[in-house]
């Protein structure tokens, strides 16, 4: 079987892009890990799988794939490299996409720019929701991990997020405590890690550790958790400047009742053929 692909990042967070509305490919798990892989693969963060709609009021269907070959519900730099994807294959002209993905439907703008600005849809904020094992919605969890007691921030943007605020972020613990935190047990579903250093209300400094990719160079949805959890705190406006080891993102949220926006660049790599 060939595949033909796009490399695409968003901030450095890399993807292989696959058109399957004009081809019929299937991955196992296994396969998926094997491309993932940077030695032995194409090497990527995410895969990206894109689908002819569901329904006649959106435009494509999109499935997401981590690293380890899980498949998840959301990714915010997957959305914007998707839209500049479906128009550079001539799949779309539209400038403005819905999408359909496994946590929800989001809408995609190109901005006069080329950047690409995500309507994310409203976070999810309940316990049952992100989902968090608590009796009730709090502003802080207080997490227990092995001697740490950790007060976490969480919501889900389609995906699962926790929020842990830092002092430094060069020093944060994001490759000791991240994988401690994704695997945590009040996290049923696992959880994306970001540890987050507030400048000052309308910027902050991000790294975070993926569910199932480790830490990449930035996460479009992560930033979005990151701007929810920090307003939410009041700590953070409603428009704020995220920068990610791989670049920066801009985000805006009014409130509850609103949904998130997200802008940003998509940047394609280049096309490739692999033969499975
Ligand atoms: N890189 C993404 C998020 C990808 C999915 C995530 N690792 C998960 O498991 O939920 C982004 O830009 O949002």
Known sequence: MLVNFSKMHGLGNDFMVVDNVTQNIFLSRDQIKR???RNFGVGFDQLLMVEAPYSPDLDFHYRIFNADGSEVEQCGNGARCFARFVRMKGLTNKHKIAV??????IVLYIEKDGQVTVNMGQPMLEPKEIPLKASKRELTYILRQQE???????????NPHCVIEVDDIDTAE???LGPLVE?????PKKAN???MQVIDESHIKLRVWERGAGETLACGSGACAAAVVGQLQNKLGNNV??????GSLQIRWQGEGHA???TGPAEHVFDGQIAL
């Not at 359909?100 to 439907?105: P, Q, V």
């Open 35 to 37: 491309l993932a892989d």
């Open 100 to 105: 359909s993905t496994k946590g929800g439907n």
């Open 148 to 158: 740490q007691t950790l007060f976490v921030g969480a919501a889900s943007m389609g």
């Open 174 to 176: 994001v490759h000791t």
């Open 183 to 187: 695997e945590h047990e009040r996290f």
């Open 193 to 195: 890690v970001g540890f």
């Open 241 to 246: 400047k995220v920068d990610l080891p791989g």
């Open 260 to 262: 998130v926006k997200m």
